[in-house]
Structure formats: C-alpha cells, structure tokens
C-alpha cells in the first residue's frame, strides 16, 4: 500500500478498488460445485479492498479538514461503518435464510456503485502540493473550503509539509525520537486495543451472541436491529463531543465503561449458571449488558481508533504505519474470530467476559497515559511538534 500511494492518486485507487468489490461480490453470487472456493475468494478479496479503505479515508480526511473539525469529520468514519453494520443487520432479518448469502451478495454488490462518486472529488491540497501542482491545490482547497475563502495562508502552511511528503526513506533515527516513538505507539495500541476488546468479534456473531445468551422479549435478529440502531446514535454523539472533549478523555472513558458493562455481564452469566431461574428473572440483563457494551465502544474506541490514523503520525512515516497498524489488528481480529468457539468452550463466558474486562481497563489505562490529543492543531502544527528536520535528520529530543 504506501508504494502504491505514492505513485497513484487516492481518488484513483478508491475508484478502482470499487471495481474490484463488484468482481468478488460476483464470485459470491455463485450457484455451482465452486460455490464455497468462491466464497472463500471473494470474502478475502473483500477483506483486503476493506483494508484500503480502512487506510486511505483517515489519511485523506485528515487532510482535507479544516483545524477545527477535523476531529468530527474523523470520527464520522465508524459511523459509516456503523451504517453498514446495520445495513448488514437489516438485510439477514427482512432475507429468507435460504436465499440470503445470494440475495445478500447481489445487494451489496450494488451498494459499492455508490463509491464510483470519488471519482467527483478533488485529490487534497496536500497531494497537488507534493506533485508541484499549485493551481489544482487551490482549486480543491476552494472546493471544500467555498469560493470566497482566502487559500494563500493554508497553502503556505501546507507547503511547509511537503519535504516530509517527499521524503521515501525510513531512517533508523526516526525510532530515536520520543515523540515519533510515541505516535507510532499510539496508533498500534488503540488500533489492536480496538480489536482486542472483544467488541469486533461479538459484531461478527451478534445473532448467535443474542440467541444463546438471551434477547429478552425480542428474537434475537430484532436484537441486532437494536444494537444497529444505537450504535449509530452513540458514534454521531461521539463525533460531536471528540473536539469538546477530546480524544483521551473519550478513549478512556469509553474502554472504562467497556470494562464495566463486561463485567456485569459475565457476573449475569455466572449468576446464570448456577441457577437457571436467574435467565428468566433478570431475562432483560444480557440484552442490556451486551447493548451498552456496543454504546461504549462507539462512544470513544470505536470512531477515536480510526480518527488517530489520520493525523498522529509524521508525514514521513504516515502511510507504512497506518497500513501496519491497519494489516496488524484486522489479523488480531481475524484469529480472535477463529477461536471464539474455542475460547468459550474451554473458559466459559463468564471468563471470557472478565478477561475482556481486563483488557479494556489495561487500554484505558494506556490511553490515559500514552494518547496525546491534537485536536485544535493543524496538520503543520502537529509535524513541527516532532522535531523532525527531513533535510537535516532528527533533532534529539
């Protein structure tokens, strides 16, 4: 990915990239002897257009946003994502169960029509910069900023970053810097705090969560709709309150609550277990629970995780580590995935729950400690606080 960005314009690798998801949507509309091969293909072919995605709309937000919202516009990423968790939740409830993988397939495949409108959109300032083409960069800052808005000063500021654009080697000496160690720690933690918490693989399996461990007085697919539902009004709530409150407060608020809610559901588990009765009692526990777990990931861990991607790290390093962070907690999600089962199995969801617990308290804790919230600073603003003289190395910190 950072070679490719490099040398092809984001607008371009998006619109492409969309061709692409039609293809393995197509592969999945398969009806033969093949049917599972394809589905496996065009699942991983998904997977890894999702994981462009993931990477080149923080980057790129980040550098079409004004000082002053770019925390929001940042953090409106999961509420996408959001939609299309309950998008995905809608179409499996209103499908027949029969027909839905195909049915399921076709839908989606139109959906991603929707991403041939990059193709309308300016590349950022920034890019147009790096390529020595300022009369572009003017135009796509008008663009979003309107007709009358005065570009020179942000196109001066801007220019400032471009050495660092420009710079293609990653220098050992980088890693003495402090603060480009702590943004580059920053961006793993949260991104694998994200995807360790345990709230990426109750997503994956909410239907089968809600019917064994109880939706109250909704099935369990009604369940989901709920959470769809909530998930999206928190993630919105978020995006409004990161450039009130920030983003460390949010991250560690939210991983706390987290915590909490994963432990009042393990306790209800266990209450559970040792006399059924308590499922028919306290039947609206476990909906509860599992609902308010979801509103706290989205409150903070959720939109936050993502939004740091786009404007923590230096520009020189930019790219490869938001695509190593990206690459590395989608494979922390995708083993933690594959041994649910197997985790449940062998320590019993009362466990399970209180191991997640700890984790999401060890990621407030890191949060509370490490984040440094940019919020209210530019793009140059946050590259001067590293020190970092491209020309002339690092300055020691």
């Not at 139109?110 to 041939?116: K, T």
Request: proline fraction near 3%; include cysteine; aromatic fraction near 12%.
């Amino acid at each position: 990915m950072p070679f490719i960005v490099r040398r092809i314009s984001r607008m371009n690798i998006m619109f492409w990239t969309m061709q692409i998801l039609l293809l393995s949507w197509i592969l999945m509309i398969k009806e033969n002897y093949y049917k599972v091969m394809f589905l496996l293909v065009g699942r991983l072919v998904c997977g890894m257009c999702g994981g462009v995605f993931c990477v080149l709309t923080p980057i790129y937000v980040a550098e079409i946003a004004s000082k002053e919202i770019r925390g929001r516009l940042l953090a409106f990423f999961q509420l996408l994502i959001n939609c299309g968790v309950m998008y995905a939740f809608y179409i499996a409830h209103v499908l027949d169960e029969n027909k839905t993988v195909c049915r399921y397939s076709i839908i989606c495949g139109l959906a991603c029509l929707s991403i041939a409108l990059v193709k309308l959109l300016p590349e950022s300032p920034l890019y147009y910069l790096s390529r020595n083409d300022e009369i572009n960069a003017e135009k796509s800052l008008r663009w979003y900023r309107g007709d009358t808005y005065d570009v020179q000063h942000e196109i001066s500021e801007t220019k400032r970053l471009i050495p660092a654009t420009r710079s293609r080697q990653f220098s050992l000496k980088l890693l003495r810097n402090r603060r480009v160690l702590r943004s580059i720690a920053t961006c793993f933690g949260v991104i694998l705090g994200q995807h360790l918490s345990g709230v990426n693989m109750m997503i994956f399996y909410a239907l089968m969560l809600f019917d064994t461990s109880g939706s109250g007085e909704l099935t369990g697919s009604e369940q989901t709709l709920v959470v769809g539902a909530v998930q999206i009004l928190v993630s919105l709530l978020a995006a409004f309150l990161v450039d009130v409150l920030g983003r460390r407060i949010l991250l560690t608020a939210s991983s706390l609550l987290m915590g909490l809610f994963l432990i009042l559901l393990g306790w209800f588990f266990s209450l559970r277990d040792s006399d059924p009765e308590y499922d028919d009692i306290y039947y609206w526990m476990s909906p509860t629970w599992i609902t308010l777990i979801f509103a706290s990931f989205n409150l903070g861990l959720g939109p936050i995780s993502w939004s740091l991607l786009g404007d923590t790290l230096p520009q020189e390093l930019k790219t490869p580590v938001v695509s190593g962070a990206v690459a590395l907690g989608w494979l922390f999600s995708l083993m933690a995935t594959l041994t649910f089962d197997e985790i449940i199995i062998s320590l019993g969801d009362t466990k399970v729950m209180w191991l997640s617990s700890a984790i999401c308290w060890l990621i407030a804790l890191f949060c509370a400690i490490v984040v440094k919230d940019n919020t209210g600073k530019s793009l140059i603003e946050i590259q001067e606080d590293f020190r970092v003289t491209p020309n002339r190395g690092i300055e020691e910190t």
